[in-house]
């Protein structure tokens, strides 16, 4: 089924060309049905490529999917043309009052900050708050996933030795969880972090559960018992080349990092990459989506709070 994104949206041209069914604002307009409403706070600030690489996730869906593009206003965002934001951004300020059956919030590269110093945080906090009330389900990813459970249970993240990068396996903690329907035992994904979340710390808290972990990357994938919140530590979303650009971006920086781990063929930078974990990404967030969003959010949807009040799920 198609998502729905503005007819300008630079993501467009690319999913059409990888035969992924996009509708217009306007085409959709004239659809007599009620989209499952998305909102997406874009934190990174290669804007346009985590837009697509996200829309690309969340196009195998049971129904149209409306999206909504958040930014904060607290932070000047120096990688993305100031028209882009304006066109195809909102802000707090514009969705307040509104309410979404799913929402999204990315990861950011500030991880080696501590949370109150992160220039947005105030911000980012109001929006987690209101998320608790306007939102069916919210999905974390990577240093949004720690700044989630930082805001909502006190989880504190820790620095690593050096930074984790690379394309590691990961074992399911919790295999009847709809969340990994249709995974195999193991499953590969990309990491690229220099914090942590640990597994102990998590394991204290009786409202979350350990989905998935690493023995090389730790924790993946925790949720609530109302499966009103996920957080990710992984980008199951990334390209093909993604985890390259960031280590010659690196490199280029003067930084001693290692080369991504289980990445480039014979440890080889100069090789492509090949792709072992889109499959399973595209399942994550369909399974997400079909399980967690569409067969349990209310169709009135501004009755998401009180409708879901005390109700859980496996």
């Given at each position: 089924m198609p998502i729905r994104i503005p007819d300008s949206l630079p993501a467009r041209a690319t999913l059409e060309e990888e035969n992924i069914f996009v509708i217009t604002e306007h085409r959709a307009l004239h659809q007599d049905i009620?989209?499952?409403?998305?909102?997406?706070?874009?934190?990174?600030?290669?804007?346009?490529?985590?837009?697509?690489?996200?829309?690309?996730?969340?196009?195998?869906?049971?129904?149209?999917?409306?999206?909504?593009?958040?930014?904060t206003i607290s932070h000047d965002s120096k990688n993305v043309d100031s028209d882009h934001l304006?066109?195809?951004?909102?802000?707090?300020?514009?969705?307040?009052?509104?309410?979404?059956?799913?929402?999204?919030?990315?990861?950011?590269?500030?991880?080696?900050?501590?949370?109150?110093?992160?220039?947005?945080?105030?911000?980012?906090?109001?929006?987690?708050?209101?998320?608790k009330r306007?939102?069916?389900?919210?999905?974390?990813?990577?240093?949004?996933?720690?700044?989630?459970l930082y805001y909502h249970y006190g989880i504190q993240k820790y620095s690593l030795p050096q930074k984790i990068s690379g394309i590691f396996s990961h074992r399911i903690l919790k295999p009847n969880a709809p969340f990994f329907r249709g995974f195999d035992d193991c499953f590969n994904a990309p990491h690229s972090r220099y914090t942590e979340i640990r597994a102990e710390d998590i394991e204290k808290i009786p409202d979350l559960e350990i989905l998935a972990v690493s023995d090389d990357a730790g924790v993946f994938a925790v949720k609530n018992q109302k499966s009103r919140q996920f957080f990710v530590f992984g980008h199951p979303e990334y390209d093909r080349d993604t985890l390259a650009l960031e280590y010659?971006?690196?490199?280029?920086?003067?930084?001693?990092?290692?080369?991504?781990?289980n990445y480039f063929p014979n440890n080889?930078?100069?090789?492509?990459?090949?792709?072992?974990?889109?499959?399973?990404?595209?399942?994550?967030?369909?399974?997400?989506?079909?399980?967690?969003?569409?067969?349990?959010?209310?169709y009135a949807i501004n009755t998401i709070n009180s409708d879901m009040e005390g109700e859980e799920r496996a």
């Open positions: 009620r989209p499952l409403r998305l909102l997406i706070l874009n934190l990174m600030p290669t804007k346009i490529v985590t837009e697509t690489q996200l829309l690309r996730k969340l196009s195998n869906t049971p129904l149209q999917v409306e999206i909504d593009l958040l930014r304006y066109s195809f951004y909102i802000s707090y300020n514009d969705i307040k009052d509104k309410f979404y059956d799913g929402m999204i919030i990315t990861g950011a590269p500030v991880e080696n900050l501590d949370f109150k110093d992160v220039d947005y945080w105030s911000e980012l906090c109001e929006i987690m708050e209101w998320s306007h939102v069916h389900s919210t999905f974390h990813i990577c240093w949004g996933a720690q700044a989630g010659k971006r690196d490199l280029a920086k003067g930084k001693n990092i290692p080369m991504p781990a080889d930078p100069s090789k492509e990459p090949l792709i072992t974990w889109r499959a399973h990404a595209q399942l994550l967030y369909t399974n997400w989506l079909n399980y967690y969003v569409y067969q349990t959010t209310p």
